[in-house]
Nanobody, 123 residues
Framework: QVQVVESGGGLVHTGDSLTLSCAVS????????MGWFRQAPGKEREFVAA???????NYTDSVKGRFIISRDNAKSTVYLQMNTLKPEDTAVYYC?????????????????WGAGNQVTVSS
């Protein structure tokens, strides 16, 4: 079994920065890819960023240049550094793990999910 646990959410102001962390534990042998998704009230869950085991990354257009996904493979932890936050970034942020090295923007392709972490950006 694999556990995915996010941390680091909270309430910030427009223009602030915030870093989310995601720790993966359990039977994680082999390479896997990590992704961040978010879901705002009344909206569907959307892709935010992903990073492969080898370092390839992908970002949704609305966060390019503002968000950075990184990972520490030795610690089995992935981070989402969010800069210049906007009110429209307010959402529950989910971390997910995918049991292959190829990153994906599709939520259904991820195998393990965290419970989510609220990020609120006030104007």
């Amino acid at each position: 079994q694999v556990q995915v646990v996010e941390s680091g959410g909270g309430l910030v102001h427009t223009g602030d920065s915030l870093t989310l962390s995601c720790a993966v534990s359990g039977r994680t042998s082999g390479s896997y890819s990590m992704g961040w998704f978010r879901q705002a009230p009344g909206k569907e869950r959307e892709f935010v960023a992903a990073r492969s085991w080898s370092g390839s990354t992908n970002y949704t257009d609305s966060v390019k240049g503002r968000f950075i996904i990184s990972r520490d493979n030795a610690k089995s932890t992935v981070y989402l550094q969010m800069n210049t936050l906007k009110p429209e970034d307010t959402a529950v942020y989910y971390c997910a793990a995918k049991r292959t090295v190829i990153i994906s923007t599709f939520a259904h392709e991820y195998d393990y999910w965290g419970a989510g972490n609220q990020v609120t950006v006030s104007s």
